[in-house]
Every structure is written in C-alpha cells, then in structure tokens.
T-cell receptor
Framework: EPEVTQTPSHQVTQMGQEVILRCVPI?????FYWYRQILGQKVEFLVSFYNNEISEKSEIFDDQFSVERPDGSNFTLKIRSTKLEDSAMYFC????????????FGAGSRLTVL | QQQVKQSPQSLIVQKGGISIINCAYE??????FPWYQQFPGKGPALLIA?????SEKKEGRFTISFNKSAKQFSLHIMDSQPGDSATYFC?????????????FGKGTLLTVNP
C-alpha cells in the first residue's frame, strides 16, 4: 500500500537552529499538508500546498516556517530559528485528485528543541 | 466556526463492549467527516468516513452515525477489542479547489480492558 515517508523520525536541536523536515508524499498525489501535534494534544493544521504554492496557512505558520517542493517528489518543512515551543510531532500528509479529501499521513517527525 | 468539538477526552471500555465517541461541528460548509485512529508513535490513519447525505455508515465493527440538523456525528465501535486501544480523532473538511485541509477534534484516548 502506498505510504507517505517522513525523515528524520526524531531530531533534537538547539533553540535558534534551523531545521528541515522531509516528506515523500504518495507519488501521484497533488495536495500536500503539514500538521503538528504537541504531545498529548490534538493534531493542528499548519499549511496546505497545491500546484507549487501555499493554498492556506494557519496562524502557527509564521515567518519562521516555510515549505518547498524542490524536485517533484520531496516536500519539506523548514523552521528557520527554532523555539522551545516548536517541540512537537510534525506530520506530513498528502491526497490525490481522486479522493482529494482522503488524507494519508506519514508516521511523523518528532522535533525536540532544547 | 472552524472548530470540531469531541468528547469524551478518554474512555475505558471492557472487551466486548460498545465504545461511543461524539463530535459536533459548527461550520455548515463541512461536507466530509472522517475518523482517524492513532497508535502511539504513529501518524493518524483513516478509519471510516461519512458524507452528510447519509445518516449512517458501517464498516465491520465501526459505525458512524450522522445527524445533519444537530451538526453532530459519532463513532460506535461494537465488540470493542484490546487492539482497538488507541486515540481516535474526528475531523471535518469542506474544502475544494486547492485545499482539503482537515480540522481535527481534540481526540479521545480509548482503552479497552481485556
């Protein structure tokens, strides 16, 4: 079964450092998303991406965050200068043209900011 | 108006019992209501979903009941098993075009005792 792949599974970084989280969505999917989940809390929307541009972003997704689809297969989330409160599980998701509202999530990247 | 409210926060059920989780929404533009199941350390996985043109959908032991006038929907797990122990999230989306983002409830931690 096709799956969304995320790397790294866990990253520990110092406050103020830049972090890039990587995702390989399902190959024929067109819609891409990043969500985050602080430990024990709900899954929160960060950003949606379609046709090589951001279609919507949440209040959480401030100027420190950016997304990119550099090569047609990867979808990355960059946090420019990490804060303690960025510590969370970050999930990438994708969906296709058929069943666009059926999002498939990756296993997540756990980010720990010290 | 974008919120999805979920209850209870946690639920303990005996093996063989019925687990019931409830959700309510406000945005009448929502037109797709999935339930996601999440095991510790994993990403959310689609369990079952419903559209507002039907009042009930059943897949195996899992049933969604949908009340459009009350703007409520619920997940029923019949004959609950210890392997069903997980966090369950209801969600909703009303997107289209370039964005099918999901709005999640806060989650219900289900524990099924053997």
């Amino acid at each position: 079964e096709p799956e969304v792949t995320q790397t790294p599974s866990h990253q520990v970084t110092q406050m103020g450092q830049e972090v890039i989280l990587r995702c390989v969505p399902i190959s024929n999917h067109l819609y891409f998303y990043w969500y985050r989940q602080i430990l024990g809390q709900k899954v929160e929307f960060l950003v949606s991406f379609y046709n090589n541009e951001i279609s919507e972003k949440s209040e959480i997704f401030d100027d420190q965050f950016s997304v990119e689809r550099p090569d047609g297969s990867n979808f990355t989330l960059k946090i420019r200068s990490t804060k303690l409160e960025d510590s969370a599980m970050y999930f990438c998701a994708s969906s296709g043209l058929t069943g666009a509202n059926v999002l498939t999530f990756g296993a997540g990247s756990r980010l720990t900011v010290l | 108006q974008q919120q999805v409210k979920q209850s209870p926060q946690s639920l303990i059920v005996q093996k063989g019992g019925i687990s019931i989780i409830n959700c309510a929404y406000e945005n009448t533009a929502f037109d797709y209501f999935p339930w996601y199941q999440q095991f510790p350390g994993k990403g959310p996985a689609l369990l079952i979903a419903i559209r507002p043109d039907v009042s009930e959908k059943k897949e195996g032991r899992f049933t969604i009941s949908f009340n459009k006038s009350a703007k409520q929907f619920s997940l029923h797990i019949m004959d609950s098993q210890p392997g069903d122990s997980a966090t369950y999230f209801c969600a909703a989306t009303g997107g289209g075009g370039s964005n099918y983002k999901l709005t999640f409830g806060k989650g219900t931690l289900l524990t099924v005792n053997p």
